[in-house]
């Protein structure tokens, strides 16, 4: 042992270089199944024999694993050291805690799904943090898998692509109450189902911060969504993503939901009844964030009936319904569809705007932001202090990448009118075409007055003129 450097000095020092980041690579003589030098812990246990010994005899330093893929699109033959591999740092592991991350941009022949996984399914009764991003390789025969959940389990993200049905199975079936479950962060991804306990009141999620849920079309159940959500007392930010045909039917669900301790919700959607029953059945009257979203699938044709669309009154009573406790702060309204020509209610975001004295921060994106919308966020001299909209304004964003359909003035004249008015301290601004906006006289003075103004039309891969 260095004299320098203790036993304990060294095991935190080795934890700290964690993870062991293992490589899914080709069968062949150059082949490596780890980078080049190897990774902790083996690094370090081919120092010396000391070092070894320390090593081999901390579980802990074995316990935090990451996956990485390593193939090419026509590499299929996976090296077959790299499961003696797994089964050995597992080995070596027992009986520390599991922390695992999988990123698996393309699982050759499902390799991972049918032997790396079902590896670590055996040690579940250790995991503590999981997180999987899975490219599932299409079969004729779909493949299913399951992925037991255990009290230990804190947190769990399950992302799943590319298959065409249901492919990875969220066990939640032991959380029956507060005990059994530790879980404190949820994400529940594309092609991700859930096995929930039979008895419909019986699932306690008590320790659940954070939820996202992302369903694809045909895939998951609003009833099993509604379950998680009622366990979830506690929970602090949702973000559900549903952009597809409604899941279940609506009329069998009449509970209402209340998510006392909810801050932040975002809800990304496509649906009609589905948006609408979220929007009528959830409260949270601690809500400080809001993004609201909708967009389209491109490879999906929704009947007019079933098309989401900007409700602002909706969304304005939910908001009266919700915010008893706290103002919202923060509003996203963002509207993607690229196959119909919509055009906002103007009239109803002014009173979803108007209701909003205390916000601070403002995004209108796409298809919601026009001429009319631009002269609305517009402060006028005239009229009485409760006709401005979002007085306290701090931040503004605004982007529209096709046809932005109004000038350059009107944004200038926008944004001058909100820095004189004395609130806002921060623009950021994305459209084709605008190139020249910073460089006005007036916005010019407005920087050096302090106001900062950030132009992402580069970053969000707009067009941009040539001549400019």
Same mark, same amino acid.
């Given at each position: 042992m260095t004299p320098s450097l203790t036993e304990d000095l060294l095991y935190f020092v080795f934890l700290y270089s964690l993870p062991s980041v293992l490589l899914?690579?080709?069968?062949? *003589?150059?082949?490596?199944?780890?980078?080049?030098?190897? *990774? *902790?812990?083996?690094?370090?246990?081919?120092?010396?024999?000391?070092?070894?010994?320390?090593?081999?005899?901390?579980?802990?330093?074995?316990? +935090?694993?990451?996956?990485?893929?390593?193939?090419?699109?026509?590499? +299929?033959?996976?090296?077959?050291g790299f499961e003696r591999l797994i089964k050995k740092w597992l080995a070596l592991s027992s009986p520390a805690p599991l922390r695992i991350h999988l990123d698996i941009q393309r699982d050759s022949n499902n390799y991972v799904s049918r032997v790396i996984l079902p590896l670590f399914s055996q040690e579940h009764h250790r995991w503590h943090s999981i997180y999987s991003s899975i490219a599932i390789s299409y079969t004729p025969k779909p493949l299913t898998f399951a992925l037991p959940c255990s009290p230990s389990l804190t947190s769990l993200s399950a992302d799943f692509w590319g298959a065409t049905s249901s492919t990875g199975c969220i066990d939640l079936s032991r959380y029956t109450s507060d005990a059994?479950?530790? =879980?404190?962060?949820?994400? @529940?991804?594309?092609?991700?189902?859930?096995?929930?306990?039979?008895?419909?009141?019986? @699932?306690? =999620?008590?320790?659940?911060?954070?939820?996202?849920?992302?369903?694809?079309?045909?895939?998951?159940?609003?009833?099993?969504?509604?379950?998680?959500?009622?366990?979830?007392?506690?929970?602090?930010?949702?973000?559900?993503?549903?952009?597809?045909?409604?899941?279940s039917t609506l009329k069998t669900i009449q509970d209402s939901i209340h998510l006392p301790h909810v801050t932040s919700l975002t809800l990304v959607m496509s649906n009609r009844p589905t948006t609408n029953y979220l929007l009528e059945r959830i409260t949270c009257p601690s809500l400080r964030k809001l993004i609201f979203t909708v967009r389209y699938p491109m490879d999906t044709e929704p009947s007019v009936e079933e098309f989401a669309f900007m409700d602002f009154l909706r969304i304005r009573d939910f908001l009266a319904r919700s915010c008893s406790n706290a103002s919202l702060e923060e509003l996203t309204l963002d509207w993607q569809d690229l196959k119909t020509v919509y055009y906002p209610d103007v009239e109803s975001l002014r009173d979803l705007l108007l209701s909003l004295k205390d916000l601070k921060k403002l995004e209108v994106h796409e298809h919601l932001l026009t001429q009319e919308v631009i002269g609305m966020l517009t402060l006028r001299d005239e009229g009485s202090p409760g006709s401005q909209i979002c007085p306290s304004l701090l931040e503004l964003q605004i982007t529209k990448q096709f046809g932005c359909g109004f000038e350059e003035d009107m944004v200038e004249e926008m944004l001058v009118s909100r820095w004189k008015a004395g609130s806002l301290r921060s623009f950021t601004f994305a459209f084709p075409y605008f190139r020249e906006l910073h460089r006005r006289k007036r916005v010019r003075d407005c920087v050096e007055e302090g106001l900062r103004i950030v132009d992402k039309s580069f970053e969000l891969g707009f067009k941009i003129n040539p001549e400019t």
């Open positions: 899914i690579t080709p069968t062949g *003589p150059s082949s490596k199944i780890w980078t080049d030098p190897p *990774p *902790p812990p083996l690094n370090f246990s081919l120092v010396c024999r000391s070092w070894r010994q320390l090593v081999l005899s901390r579980p802990r330093l074995w316990c +935090d694993i990451s996956i990485v893929h390593k193939l090419g699109v026509r590499e +299929d033959h996976i090296n077959p059994a479950s530790h =879980l404190e962060y949820l994400v @529940l991804g594309y092609c991700t189902v859930m096995h929930l306990p039979p008895l419909h009141k019986t @699932l306690h =999620l008590p320790r659940l911060r954070v939820l996202r849920y992302k369903s694809a079309e045909g895939i998951g159940n609003l009833e099993d969504l509604q379950r998680i959500l009622s366990a979830s007392k506690n929970l602090e930010e949702l973000e559900i993503k549903i952009p597809g045909s409604t899941i």
